[in-house]
Every structure is written in structure tokens, then in C-alpha cells.
């Protein structure tokens, strides 16, 4: 039982630890004075901690979300026009083959490259 809870405070020492060397400690530690120093208090303090930590606003987000799906619907349309392209590009490469293939059988060429 002992030893199960010295393996436990070595992971939390490992964890806390690894905070540390990685900064992680020194940014939490910085945006939480930052929060403190703050005279008035935002509404949200975990829209104030993001937004001190770099990630976007509520609003940025929302505005974000709304971009991909655009761009989303965009990629959607392009990738079906591609495909389509490329289907019809087979086909033609097929006619060709198939006209070649009727030029050898029947010794002269289509009349349109006369």
C-alpha cells in the first residue's frame, strides 16, 4: 500500500516536472497573475486564459468554424468537378483508342485527321 503511493507521487513529481521543463508552468503561472492583476474581472476567466494563451475568441472560433465549412463545400464542389474531368478525359482517351484501333483493323484514318 506504501509502495503504491510512492509510485503515485513519482508520477505526479515525473508530471510536474515535465510542466516545467516544457514552460507550460510559467504560462499558466503568467496568464493567472495576469487575471489577478486585472481590476476588473472578465465575465469569463476561461475566455480570458485562452485568449492570453493565444487561441481565438468565442466569436474568432465561431467565424472560424464558418470558414471551413465554406472552404469544406468549396473542396466538395472542385473535387467532384475533378473526378468529372477525369471521367470524361477516360472517355475521350477510349474513342481514341477505339478509333485507332478501327484505323489498323480497316487501313486507312478516321476522317477527321485527313
Known amino acids: 500500500m506504501m509502495r503504491n503511493k510512492e509510485e503515485k507521487d513519482a508520477k505526479k ?60 463545400t468549396k473542396y466538395d464542389d472542385l473535387l467532384a468537378k475533378h473526378q468529372e474531368t477525369c471521367k470524361e478525359l477516360e472517355e475521350l482517351k477510349n474513342s481514341h483508342n477505339t478509333m485507332s484501333t478501327k484505323e489498323a483493323t480497316d487501313g486507312e484514318p478516321p476522317k477527321d485527321e485527313l
Open 13 to 72: 513529481e515525473a508530471f510536474r516536472k515535465y510542466l516545467d521543463s516544457s514552460g507550460v508552468l510559467d504560462a499558466l503561472t503568467k496568464v493567472l497573475v495576469a487575471l489577478y492583476e486585472q481590476n476588473d474581472k472578465p465575465s469569463s476567466a476561461l475566455e480570458f486564459v485562452q485568449q492570453k494563451l493565444g487561441g481565438p475568441t468565442v466569436s474568432e472560433y465561431e467565424n472560424l468554424q464558418a470558414e471551413m465549412s465554406d472552404l469544406q
